[in-house]
T-cell receptor, first 112, second 114 residues
Framework: SQQGEEDPQALSIQEGENATMNCSYKTSINNLQWYRQNSGRGLVHLILIRSNEREKHSGRLRVTLDTSKKSSSLLITASRAADTASYFCATDPNNAGNMLTFGGGTRLMVKP | DTEVTQTPKHLVMGMTNKKSLKCEQHMGHRAMYWYKQKAKKPPELMFVYSYEKLSINESVPSRFSPECPNSSLLNLHLHALQPEDSALYLC?????????????FGPGTRLTVT
């Protein structure tokens, strides 16, 4: 079963614009991860934010975490056509470090 | 080497066939996973192996049988599948107990059951 929901389900923007995706989850967490999946391929880990962190940056990615609202957001700045992919947040609902439950995902299309 | 490999890339099988999916990693990871992903849906966890022992089975039907012959290899044996089992099957690995939780995914096997 899905741990959370992502919003929006689909997003279409022009190259150079910023893209923001939101994720909500249900249980308390130790960390939250974001993954990218190109069409029909495996997932690639993007960034992990721990429960005691509020914001984290990695290159053009900025992730925020609000544990009081059980929500996270992923911002991709200055988007490129190569950023076209599905983006999933993921948590470990048991906090045992041995499983991931994914949100529904946001399908991002960046038009050149 | 940060790669997880999966074979075959594509598999078409009839409902009476027996086939196996294979997954391999050489990162020294001690946790390995099988996920099932339907189109436009997130991956759903099927099995977790930790230190070569099955630690999680997410109520997967017995027509799917996982096997972990050693710390680098993970198999998924398929028998008497149904058309609704058609999906992308993803293998992943992570460091395991006490390690960083990031998972590394293979490219997947696209399975079609006819």
């Amino acid at each position: 079963s899905q741990q959370g929901e992502e919003d929006p389900q689909a997003l279409s923007i022009q190259e150079g614009e910023n893209a923001t995706m939101n994720c909500s989850y249900k249980t308390s967490i130790n960390n939250l991860q974001w993954y990218r999946q190109n069409s029909g391929r495996g997932l690639v880990h993007l960034i992990l934010i721990r429960s005691n962190e509020r914001e984290k940056h990695s290159g053009r990615l900025r992730v925020t975490l609000d544990t009081s609202k059980k929500s996270s957001s992923l911002l991709i700045t200055a988007s490129r056509a190569a950023d076209t992919a599905s983006y999933f947040c993921a948590t470990d609902p048991n906090n045992a470090g041995n499983m991931l439950t994914f949100g529904g995902g946001t399908r991002l299309m960046v038009k050149p | 080497d940060t790669e997880v490999t999966q074979t075959p890339k594509h598999l078409v099988m009839g409902m009476t066939n027996k086939k196996s999916l294979k997954c391999e990693q050489h990162m020294g990871h001690r946790a390995m996973y099988w996920y099932k992903q339907k189109a436009k849906k997130p991956p759903e966890l099927m099995f977790v192996y930790s230190y070569e022992k099955l630690s999680i089975n997410e109520s997967v039907p017995s027509r799917f049988s996982p096997e972990c012959p050693n710390s680098s290899l993970l198999n998924l044996h398929l028998h008497a599948l149904q058309p609704e089992d058609s999906a992308l099957y993803l293998c992943a690995s992570s460091r395991g107990r006490g390690g960083l939780p990031e998972q590394y995914f293979g490219p997947g096997t696209r399975l079609t059951v006819t």
